[in-house]
């Protein structure tokens, strides 16, 4: 019973990793063991298989730049991230580091011009401390005894000097001249073979695993010098470390990494430009190294983008998921049905893709059909607080997504609207949710009337006020929306309204018929301010402008008055949220 659960279980993993468009080696209506098989399959034939099965999907003709279906993988991959390491065998120049840069600018054409890749990349070894550089010299190409002097201490011969030592005689010799105080004749040998302290210290901090700056590595790649075989050079990484294995020292050189066009090719193969770089280096004899070196290119899980890793994870055909709505720290997504087999595959490579910033990933289960619209939401990945907090238009409003409603993507639009505002304006916001709307306005305005009929919504507006300091320009209210426009606009003691905003796209235009009468019990001679209104709502229709209009009209009951229309975006096919904005009519205000 065990083991076949743990079948089951490798299975559902495998199809999670690895979901294939055919039914050749999975299929939900056949046993693990496939019938086209006569024997359950072991671990290493089953990878096989699915390895098969992935490459005979992959495309025929592959673009330009990396690609997961490009490269070849790594020999050890034990983890999720270490199955999308990707191996791309190219070709550098190695050049002096001092001429690294202008060479790059005469070489731009030739070069390696792959995303988020650099193509200048560190060799390791090379670069050595400011400290030790006036030991070396400034200028080795011109300091030949220098030079020579440096190839004894760190090979035990120079040139000229015949056969060299080998590395057990040579490291046999300089311990004999070693003393209580150090080495008599290598003083500087400790400062070449180790590394600075403070190097070290600031390595340790960066978290397990970093990997040293400057050595061709990154968290999204790293690139590596294939050392030819046959060299003949003496093997002194035990003595002075890894990074002088089989090399002599000529000086500090950076990788210009070409392009991959030119991978695996001879000089005779290279574009006239390389071949003058060459030529002139040979003319004028310097010692600094110019050569053609053959380098590993890896390209690690961190490279790859979101829609790149799911390309390869989702089945052939099957939308990538790339868009997402961003509230605090969490991600927003609204999924189709025929991702929700994949759905927690999908929030784990939106949440590593998207760290830190996302530390949530939660989808819309349904639609929003209650009075507080609120929306139900499943956390797929990540912690499961749907409390953030959330930075608009430098105000901070705390939003708890399982109780209130918010929506980022109308930023854009609660800007526009707040343009249309004055310093002598009084708003109104009837449907104010955590205040988005209202706490902005209250620091361009004289006052704000605030409502919502979600009690969690208030408490949430009233939290928010506090945090922005705006809690004495603000009136905060909890009733229904017809209520509180017959209350307000009927008190004595509040202020005249100038702006009144309803962002309710669902059922704003019902409230509207709640304006008529409103100045009803006022004496016509004595002054007023007839507000301007703003309704949001939605509409299917061809004209969704002329069709947002009539309803505005039928709710009013008037005809004769100017409406300016505003499309505010595009929220479904075929469905617009349209922004109405209009100053009430006085015969509706005064309407019996």
């Known amino acids: 019973m065990e083991d076949t659960f743990a079948t089951e279980r490798v299975k559902l993993q495998i199809m999670a990793l690895y979901p294939?468009?055919?039914?050749?080696?999975?299929?939900?209506?056949?046993?693990?063991?496939?019938?086209f098989f006569p024997k359950p399959l072991s671990s290493s034939l089953f990878s096989a298989a699915v390895s098969a099965a992935i490459t005979a999907t992959l495309p025929q003709h592959l673009s330009y730049g990396p690609s997961l279906y490009k490269g070849h993988k790594t020999s050890h991959q034990n983890s999720d991230e270490e199955n999308f390491t990707r191996?791309?065998?190219?070709?550098?120049?190695?050049?002096p580091a001092e001429q690294c840069f202008s060479l790059e600018s005469r070489l731009r054409g030739h070069l390696l011009n792959w995303p988020r890749i650099r193509n200048i990349a560190r060799v390791a070894g090379d670069d050595i401390d400011d400290e030790l550089k006036e030991f070396i010299g400034n200028d080795i190409s011109?300091?030949?005894?220098?030079?020579?002097?440096?190839?004894?201490?760190?090979?035990?011969?120079?040139?000229?000097?015949?056969?060299?030592?080998?590395?057990?005689?040579?490291?046999d010799k300089l311990a004999k001249t070693f003393n209580s105080i150090g080495y008599v004749k290598f003083e500087n040998l400790a400062k070449i073979?180790?590394?600075?302290?403070?190097?070290?210290?600031?390595?340790?901090?960066?978290?397990?695993?970093?990997?040293?700056?400057?050595?061709?590595?990154?968290?999204?790649?790293?690139?590596?010098?294939?050392?030819?075989?046959?060299?003949?050079?003496?093997?002194?990484?035990?003595?002075?470390?890894?990074?002088f294995r089989r090399r002599?020292?000529?000086?500090?050189?950076?990788?210009?990494?070409?392009?991959?066009?030119?991978?695996?090719?001879?000089?005779?193969?290279?574009?006239?430009?390389?071949?003058?770089?060459?030529?002139?280096?040979?003319?004028?004899?310097?010692?600094?190294?110019?050569?053609?070196?053959?380098?590993?290119?890896?390209?690690?899980?961190?490279?790859?983008?979101?829609?790149?890793?799911?390309e390869v994870l989702l089945p052939q055909g099957m939308i990538v998921p790339s868009a997402f709505e961003t509230v605090g720290h969490i991600a927003h997504l609204n999924l189709r049905d025929e991702h929700f087999p994949y759905k927690k595959l999908i929030a784990?490579?939106?949440?590593?893709?998207n760290k830190p910033k996302i530390q949530t990933v939660v989808n819309k289960t349904d639609v929003i059909h209650n009075d507080y619209r609120t929306m139900q939401l499943e956390v797929l990945a990540g912690n499961h607080s749907l409390v953030t907090t959330v930075v608009e238009n430098g105000l901070y409003f705390?939003?708890?997504?399982?109780?209130?409603?918010?929506?980022?993507?109308?930023?854009?639009?609660?800007?526009?609207?707040?343009?249309?505002?004055?310093?002598?304006?009084?708003?109104?916001?009837?449907?104010?949710?955590?205040?988005?709307?209202?706490?902005?306005?209250a620091k361009k305005v004289k006052y704000v009337y605030a409502n919502d009929l979600n009690p969690n919504a208030v408490e949430y507006l009233e939290r928010n006020c506090v945090r922005n300091k705006l809690e004495r320009k603000i009136e905060i209210f909890n009733m229904d929306g017809r209520r509180f426009i017959d209350s307000i606009f009927a008190s004595e003691k509040a202020r005249p309204i100038t702006q009144v905003v309803m962002n309710l796209p669902n059922d704003a235009a019902e409230f509207l018929d709640s304006f008529r009468g409103?100045?009803?019990?006022?004496?016509?001679?004595?002054?007023?301010?007839?507000?301007?209104?703003?309704?949001?709502?939605?509409?299917?229709?061809r004209d969704p402008e002329f069709d947002f209009h009539e309803k505005i009209r039928i709710a009013l009951s008037e005809v004769a008055f100017e409406v300016q229309m505003h499309k505010v975006r595009l929220v479904a096919p075929g469905k617009w949220m349209l922004c109405a904005s209009f100053v009430l009519p006085e015969t509706v205000a005064f309407a019996k």
């Open 348 to 353: 784990k490579v939106v949440l590593d893709k």
């Open 193 to 243: 073979s180790r590394p600075k302290k403070k190097k070290w210290k600031r390595e340790e901090k960066e978290g397990n695993g970093s990997e040293r700056r400057g050595y061709g590595r990154s968290d999204m790649s790293m690139v590596e010098v294939v050392e030819e075989e046959g060299s003949g050079d003496e093997d002194f990484s035990g003595l002075l470390g890894d990074d």
């Open 142 to 171: 011109t300091d030949d005894e220098t030079l020579t002097v440096l190839e004894r201490r760190i090979y035990g011969k120079g040139e000229g000097d015949g056969e060299k030592m080998c590395s057990v005689l040579y490291r």
């Open 518 to 541: 409103i100045f009803r019990n006022r004496h016509a001679d004595k002054q007023f301010t007839l507000p301007r209104i703003h309704v949001y709502g939605f509409s299917k229709a």
């Open 398 to 441: 705390d939003v708890d997504l399982a109780a209130v409603y918010w929506n980022s993507r109308l930023a854009t639009e609660r800007q526009r609207l707040l343009s249309c505002f004055t310093n002598n304006d009084v708003v109104c916001d009837v449907f104010a949710g955590v205040g988005p709307i209202a706490i902005s306005a």
């Open 20 to 35: 294939l468009p055919t039914a050749i080696i999975l299929n939900r209506t056949t046993p693990f063991a496939c019938r």
């Open 248 to 310: 002599k020292w000529s000086g500090s050189t950076r990788l210009l990494l070409l392009d991959e066009r030119y991978a695996n090719k001879g000089i005779e193969e290279m574009p006239e430009a390389i071949k003058a770089v060459l030529k002139e280096h040979n003319e004028e004899s310097t010692r600094l190294s110019f050569e053609i070196v053959r380098c590993k290119l890896t390209l690690l899980y961190n490279y790859w983008q979101m829609n790149e890793v799911l």
């Open 87 to 95: 191996v791309f065998d190219i070709t550098a120049l190695r050049v």
